[in-house]
């Protein structure tokens, strides 16, 4: 991993701030403390050049930690163990490299009883740049977050134009069709309805590009539009069993994110299988997700449908895009039963 202060103008950021902090302290050490000129610019000279080249090295120890989830009293404990070895190092380094170039005279009459006021610089100094850390990496998570809203947005955009022909089986649509055409003849009343109700799915489906998160309550109606299309075909062989409880509905999830799996349920089951089909949504609620299993029943016997697997990966491409790595989709295959999990986090705007 390389070190981040060397990336863009961290560089040119982290030495324009020690030249600061530099001039600070030989200003202090001068008319503050009543130093001579000379050994108060060597001092500054060795003492903060010595604690910037540390301050690297701490770099890399603070970045590399911040890859492991740590308690608030192991980070604490740490960070005092690390600054007490630091100043004490730092102290005696810049000390012993001072007294190296200055006369004996000059190193005794200007640093001696300097031990508290130097031990409290090293301190300052450590703390000052340990908060930098914090915000440095506040700053690129920002970023991050920032450069994936970025391409999420231009990926839902993508989604929701391309929805008809990838996400929504054109299977779908050709067959609704052609069962809303049949039905004008033999029960208009059905054609009707089910005109009306493609009409609700497709309008819900486009309409909801202003936010990419919603209730689960709101996916689960758009969902049983769906569904209701495809009764109307399937008729009895198709049966959905909803046991979603009322917590789980208030947790916000993608839009259209369970649809695409319902629809690989439905051509992975009924289309291979003349028995009925069922297919059950529950949800499992942890402290900092929510685990949603779409279970569907197919004939294990038949010769299983070869598709691209787009629903699938669709879903997961999108779990990516908005969680990162907190979200998962996972599949299983057991007898006569295939599930989809889905883990989204929490709390989530």
Request: aromatic share 12%.
């Amino acid at each position: 991993m390389s070190n981040p202060i060397f990336n863009g103008r961290a560089f040119i950021f982290y030495f324009a701030t020690w030249i600061i902090v530099a001039s600070i302290y030989a200003f202090v050490l001068i008319f503050g403390q009543g130093f001579a000129v000379y050994p108060a610019l060597i001092d500054t000279l060795l003492s903060n050049f010595l604690f910037a080249a540390i301050g690297i090295g701490l770099s890399y120890d603070f970045y590399f930690s911040k890859q492991k989830k740590q308690g608030f009293t192991n980070v604490l404990t740490s960070h005092l163990i690390t600054a007490a070895s630091v100043i004490f190092i730092w102290y005696n380094l810049s000390n012993y490299l001072t007294s190296q170039i200055l006369s004996t005279e000059e190193y005794q009459n200007s640093f001696n009883h300097s031990e508290f006021w130097k031990g409290a610089i090293g301190t300052g100094y450590y703390a000052l740049m340990t908060l930098s850390f914090y915000i440095i990496d506040y700053a690129r998570k920002v970023s991050k977050a920032n450069e994936r809203e970025l391409k999420l947005e231009g990926a839902l955009k993508q989604a929701e134009l391309d929805m008809l022909k990838s996400q929504v089986n054109p299977h779908f649509l050709f067959n609704s069709l052609n069962s809303i055409s049949s039905l004008t003849v033999s029960s208009p009343k059905c054609a009707q309805e089910m005109v009306i109700k493609l009409s609700q799915f497709l309008r819900h489906s486009l309409n909801k590009g202003s936010s990419h998160l919603h209730e689960l309550k709101s996916e689960l109606e758009n969902l049983q539009l769906y569904l209701d299309i495809e009764k109307i075909r399937f008729q009895e062989r198709l049966v959905f069993k909803n046991e979603v409880n009322d917590i789980c509905l208030k947790t916000k999830v993608p839009n259209l994110i369970l649809q695409p799996l319902v629809e690989n349920a439905i051509k992975y089951g009924l289309y291979e299988s003349l028995e009925p089909v069922e297919i059950s949504l529950n949800c499992l609620e942890k402290e900092d997700c929510i685990l949603l299993n779409l279970t569907n029943t197919f004939d294990s016997d038949s010769n299983n449908l070869k598709g691209e697997g787009i629903g699938l990966k669709n879903t997961q491409s999108r779990l990516n895009l908005i969680y990162g790595k907190e979200a998962q989709l996972l599949t299983e295959k057991a007898g006569n039963l295939f599930t989809v999990t889905l883990q989204v986090p929490k709390n989530q705007n």
